[in-house]
């Protein structure tokens, strides 16, 4: 059996941890710039207020609703799922972290084993260790646990079992909401007379490869129970690592583009000497907007691609070769929402050396090694490159955030 532990109503489940006075409330987190809803607690979901509604259109019933609203804080919730996960490890050897608040389980156990009781034990344990509720669905395949996870969330226990007979769970379950199977292959299926998961699973397998795909066709077996998707390496090394985000307003400075792509290659060289690998080289881009005065300019992005002499994990080298070809990225006249960085040919293991290259550091190395640990004990960003800027106004706004209060030492909560 496979087990999906999912977080309920993840972002609004964390702010709620340290601020009870928002339970029960209708309470919605906002995207990046607090742009649009992201998550919603299920009182919010009650107003009829979907998911992806701009701030802008709610502002004005803020007060009449009694909703409230918070910035993304995913410092935060990034740390709370790191904590769901070690609890996780507790109780099985494998844990397949899916998605920031999703996890395939893979408990050592025969078919005859209680699960409904080993599920609402986790689902106790995570509530009473970490303060997050969850839905833990329990099934013979990956596909059937999504299943199954969904109709646990609703359930009174919070866990569901499939049973043998799965006929009996998904012959009316709609189609597009099978995993994989979104609202364009749901139209496809459907103009062929596949309009339940149930159907989708006795249509034939030969036929939906020939007519669809075989990544189709697995699913199809995976309703059935035929096991397809099997685990993945949780431990896999990243291909590549990116960081970008959108600018709190307009940026028409290129000093405020420098200081915010420093910012960024910073961030990703953290993440990639955490997997302890290195970069041959980095693709940095910027996004401008479209122009409707005094005349019309199409919007746009300016990229450039950086090679280093020699694959790193050093963000000060990272800086120096990406410094002279910052400018190609800058149009005087232009405001511009956004940039990015993603580090490309990622290495591990012993570097290959060419007898041309320039020296590498060592003294950088242990210099990065120490920066990296003071920032994971007083609070990410501690210790910057200073030519990240000190005021960074261009960060994108978050008005409404919560503290850092289980990564910043400033922000941890005090009891009295």
């Known amino acids: 059996m496979i087990g999906l532990v999912d977080g309920n109503n993840f972002f609004v489940s964390c702010e709620r941890i340290f601020d009870k006075s928002l339970e029960g409330k209708p309470v919605a987190v906002l995207s990046s710039n607090d742009g649009c809803v992201i998550a919603r607690s299920y009182e919010f979901k009650a107003l009829g207020i979907a998911m992806g509604t701009p701030y802008f259109k709610l502002k004005p019933d803020i007060a009449r609703l009694g909703i409230i609203l918070r910035s993304g804080n995913h410092e935060l919730y990034a740390d709370i799922s790191r904590r769901v996960m070690s609890v996780l490890a507790e109780f099985v050897p494998d844990v397949e972290q899916y998605s920031i608040d999703e996890a395939f389980i893979w408990p050592a156990y025969e078919k005859n084993f209680d699960w409904q009781t080993f599920g609402s034990k986790i689902r106790s344990t995570i509530l009473k260790w970490i303060g997050i509720p969850c839905g833990i669905g329990f099934a013979p395949t990956k596909t059937l646990a999504k299943i199954a996870n969904h109709i646990g969330k609703k359930s009174p226990t919070g866990v569901f079992v499939m ?68 685990e993945e390496d949780f431990n896999a090394l990243s291909q590549s690592i990116s960081y970008s985000r959108c600018y709190g307003e307009p940026v028409v400075d290129f000093n405020d583009i420098a200081e915010s792509v420093s910012y960024y290659i910073g961030r990703a060289a953290e993440k990639l000497r955490s997997e302890r690998q290195r970069a041959s080289g980095v693709n940095i881009y910027s996004v401008y907007y479209p122009e409707y ?43 511009y929402k956004k940039s990015g960085v993603v580090f ?50 261009w960060l994108a706004k978050r008005n409404m955030a919560s503290p850092n209060y289980t990564t910043d030492w400033n922000d941890i909560p005090i009891v009295h």
């Open 163 to 230: 049973p043998n007979d799965i006929k009996s769970v998904i012959e009316n379950l709609p189609v597009e909401e099978v995993w994989g199977i979104g609202r364009n292959l749901s139209d496809k299926l459907k103009r062929r007379g596949i309009y339940t998961a149930w159907q989708l699973a006795s249509y034939g397998d030969e036929k939906l490869h020939k007519v669809f795909s075989i990544g189709v066709a697995r699913t199809a077996m995976e309703l059935r129970g035929i096991q397809c998707y099997e």
């Open 293 to 335: 005065k005094p005349y019309r300019l199409d919007g746009g992005m300016s990229e450039v691609v950086v090679s280093f002499p020699t694959s790193t994990d050093d963000t000060i080298e990272m800086l120096k070769a990406v410094k002279p070809h910052l400018p190609a990225l800058f149009k005087q006249g232009r405001r």
């Open 344 to 393: 490309w040919g990622l290495e591990s293991g012993a570097v290959q050396l060419d007898m041309f290259a320039p020296k590498i550091n060592s003294t950088n190395s242990k210099l990065f090694e120490a920066v990296d640990k003071l920032n994971a004990r007083y609070g990410r960003r501690a210790l910057v490159s200073l030519s990240e800027g000190l005021d960074k106004k």
